[in-house]
Structures are given as C-alpha cells and as structure tokens.
C-alpha cells in the first residue's frame, strides 16, 4: 500500500543504542517508521529506551512536540536484547563501536536473521564498508548509512556504496535518508569518506600549528571562529569529538593514502597515550574540571583610533603589524604578526587596544599564512584535490561539510567567494615556507585560478 511512497522501507531496526544509535532510533520514530532497537543486553536496551523518553521529553517540555504526539513516537519503537527481533524489518542500521570483529559479528548474524530481500545498513565513520560486507552472503544489499553526532540534528547522511552494491538498494536507501528529512551524499567506499577526510585532515593540521607553538590554543580556535565563521575552533572541536577518536580516523586515513596530511601529530598520540581525551576526560587541549574554559581578558595599554586601519597602524611598532581580515564573515579578526624583534609590550598592547575596539585579536609568529589561512587554505585545497580526484561533486563537498559539520558555507563556496587566485597565491607563499608537499596547490585549482571559472556555478 505504501511501498512507493517507501521505497518499501517501513519498518527497520537499530543495533547498538549508544550515542548513535540511540538518536537514530529517535530519528526513525519522529519520521513514522516503526522500529525494533536492540542493544546487547536487556538492562542497556532500557538505557536505550530511557534515552529516548528523555530526548522526546525535552522536545515536549520546549514545546516542540505534543504530549500525544510523544506517545505515538513512543509507540513505534520495540526495545529488544536479541537480534532475532529483527526477523521482520526491511532494513537494519548497525551502529555497535567502531571494531571489525564487533561488526563481522553483527552482520554474519543478521545475515542469517534478516529476510532476504532486506537491507543491511552499517554508522561506521571509518572502516571498509566492503570489508563489513564481505561478513554476509548478500554484499548487493550492505551499504553505508553514515549518520553525524548528533542525529537528530545534523542533516546529513553520507550513503557509502562498493562495488558490489545493487543500485536499487542505493535509490531506495537515499529515497528513505531524505523521507527522514536527511540530505544524503552518495559516495564510495573510501577512507573518511567526504567529511571526516576533509574534517580529520584540517584538525591534524590544526594540531600540528598548534604544536610548533607560533600560536596559543585559543588564537588559534579564535582564528577559525572569528576569521572563517566556523562554528567552533578546531581544538575545541576536536576535544569535543574525543581525541582517542580523532586520532583514530587520523589513523585510518593514514593507512590509506600515506598522505602525511593525516598522520597523526606527535602531540595528539601523546595526549591519547595520556589519557587526555578532551571533554568526556575533562581535559583535552582545554580544562574542563571547572566548565567551559574561558579566555583570558587582555591586559594592557590601549590605544583608540576612528577605523580600526587607523588602529592597526596606530600599532604598527618594531617587529609588529596588524593584518585586519574584514572580508570574513564576521568581519572583525585581526592578526597581530609578530617577528623575531617584537617587544611584548607592544603585542600585549596591540592585543588590549584590538579587543577594546572590538575586534578579535589573534597573535602569531610571522610565518607564511598566519594562523587563519594556515588553516582555510589547505583545507580548501584538499577538497578541491577530492573534487579532482572525481570522488564526489562539488555540490555534494559543500554538503558534507554544511550539513555534517555546520559549515555555514560550503568550502567550494568559500573558496569561490575569496577567489581560487588569492587562494592560490597563498598556498604557494606556504609551500615555498616549508616545503611542505600536502600544501601543494591541486592541478584543479590552479585551472580555476587561470580561468577564473568558479567551483560552483
Ligand atoms: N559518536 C560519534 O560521533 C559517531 C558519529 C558517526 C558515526 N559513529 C559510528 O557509529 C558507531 C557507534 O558509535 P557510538 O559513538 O554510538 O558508540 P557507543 O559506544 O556510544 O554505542 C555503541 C552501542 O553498541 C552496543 N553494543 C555493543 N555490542 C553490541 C552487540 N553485540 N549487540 C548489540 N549492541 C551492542 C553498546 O552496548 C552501545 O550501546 C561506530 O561505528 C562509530 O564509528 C559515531
């Protein structure tokens, strides 16, 4: 009756109600699909339950959901400790830690639980999709279903695919991510994927900035607030993730390309090695014994001028000048960059008058790209070098990192409203710095540079 309004997908089940899995239930329910959510014990499938009683809750209380309405959603989720709950679903969404045999396990089982004509969905951020579909005697109907953290919020829904995937599984599959109000990326089976490749990649090198001490840990996540308009810095965000698991996917991409882009800095094995995970430890790059940290206010002489350009040459000194960046989105980063002569007197009073004129003051050593183009510019490049790879569309990179990451624009969109020139130029300034080969400009870019054509039409 209502398979081609479906896709033929009605009724699916939830392995592993953790983090993940637990607001995938919730995302399931709330678009009408009846659920089976089974976790590996009876006591951890009433946590589950209770996870989402308290999820639904808050949205009654906020005043987004109707008592009524709390209830049905309620209703169409069974809790279950077994995988043969599953015997009747048409498809299934594993989401069970982050381990091949944990997974191997589930599918091989399911596989043999599961009607034939029903698919087998996996969460996972970062292994083989095709490895986990060799664990079932159906790898037409495995594919990935790649939600982000938190579920019921973030938008998108990466569909992985390997060569053996049936296309009808495909459509029915993307069908079903946008039912769920999802925008779903269709991608195959790779390292990362499309946004923890780009995602991962950009952090590593935030950590590694960060490592050579040319900037403190909130300049450098203030350049990334305040000079890209990203959501949060990128140490912010990586203790927020988890730092085991940061470098986890550092690892994963590592093995795959050996691109040293992604190799995992010395300080982020060492603060893993630590034991130092970010928030879920209560330390990670930031404290958070006592709450959110806080940044320190500036101290020192200020100094007032009519425009901040009268500002920041008002304190230009030996050794110092101040770059203003009014073209981000917020418009109000400015770079103290300080040589080998700059005195701390001046710094600590370009800071303090910065601050007072409301800018955000960021101070660094005065090396090619400063902090915030060390920071947009490779990014940009890397998914430019994906785009060229042929790996996924422009269109679907600025996806991945809007929807997945709460980009408030994509980087092919950033990177056309700066211009592929400027982005160049910069790029080879910090490739002829340091060498460095990932910092190479994509053949890509430097077509669009020359042409002037834009990423997105
Ligand atoms: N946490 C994230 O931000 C995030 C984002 C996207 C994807 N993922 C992926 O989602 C998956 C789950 O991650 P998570 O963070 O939700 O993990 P989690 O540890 O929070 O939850 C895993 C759940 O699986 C259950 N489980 C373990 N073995 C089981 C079994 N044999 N049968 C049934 N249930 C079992 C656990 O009891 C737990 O409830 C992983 O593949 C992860 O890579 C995680």
């Not at 009607?115 to 996996?122: C, E, F, Q, W």
């Not at 991608?187 to 952090?203: E, H, P, S």
């Amino acid at each position: 009756m209502s398979d081609e309004r479906t896709s033929g997908i009605d009724r699916v089940g939830v392995v592993g109600l953790g983090t993940m899995g637990a607001g995938i239930v919730e995302v399931f329910a709330r678009a009408g699909l009846s659920v089976v959510a089974v976790d590996g014990t009876p006591e951890l499938a009433e946590r589950g339950r209770g996870f989402l009683e308290r999820s639904t809750g808050k949205q009654v209380q906020r005043g987004r959901l109707s008592e009524a309405d709390q209830q049905a959603l309620l209703e169409r989720v069974t809790f279950a400790h077994e995988l043969t709950a599953l015997a009747d679903v048409d498809l299934v969404v594993e989401a069970v830690p982050e381990r091949m045999e944990i997974k191997h396990d589930i599918f091989g089982t399911l596989d043999g639980i599961v009607r034939d004509d029903a698919i087998l969905a996996s969460n996972t951020s970062s292994l083989s999709l095709t490895e986990i579909a060799a664990a079932t005697a159906r790898p037409e109907r495995v594919v990935g279903m790649h939600f982000f953290n938190p579920a019921p919020v973030l938008k998108l829904v990466e569909v992985i695919t390997t060569i053996l995937t049936d296309e009808a599984v495909v459509t029915s599959v993307r069908d079903l991510a946008e039912r769920l109000g999802k925008k779903p990326v269709v991608v195959r089976d790779r390292a990362g994927f499309v946004a923890n490749a780009l995602l991962i990649a950009y952090l590593a090198r935030a950590i590694r900035t960060y490592e050579t001490g040319h900037v403190t840990r909130e300049d450098l996540d203030a350049a990334a607030t305040a000079g890209i308009g990203l959501p949060m810095g990128p140490l912010t965000l990586s203790d927020l993730i988890g730092l085991d698991v940061v470098k986890e996917v550092c690892d994963v991409l590592y093995a795959a390309t050996h691109d040293p882009a992604s190799a995992p800095p010395a300080l982020l094995q060492q603060m893993v090695a630590a034991g130092r995970l970010g928030r879920k430890t209560g330390r990670g790059f930031y404290d958070y014994a006592d709450g959110a940290p806080e940044t320190p206010a500036p101290e020192g002489e200020v100094v007032t001028a009519d425009t901040p350009e009268a500002l920041a040459q008002a304190l230009a000194a030996d050794g110092v000048r101040v770059e203003l960046h009014t073209e981000s989105p917020k418009g109000r980063l400015a770079e103290i960059v300080c040589g080998a002569t700059a005195s701390e007197a001046d710094v600590a009073k370009a800071r303090a008058s910065l601050a007072a004129a409301g800018l955000v003051p960021v101070v660094s050593r005065d090396r090619a790209g400063r902090v915030r183009d060390a920071l947009l510019l490779p990014h940009v490049n890397e998914a430019v070098k994906m785009l060229d790879s042929g790996y996924a569309s422009a269109e679907d990179i600025d996806t991945a990192m809007t929807a997945g990451c709460g980009y408030p624009e994509g980087l092919l969109q950033m990177l056309d409203r700066w211009g592929a020139q400027r982005v160049l130029e910069g790029l080879r300034e910090m490739t002829a710095e340091t060498g460095e080969p990932a910092l190479h400009p994509s053949p890509l870019l430097v077509e669009h540079a020359a042409t002037g054509r834009p990423f997105r039409g």
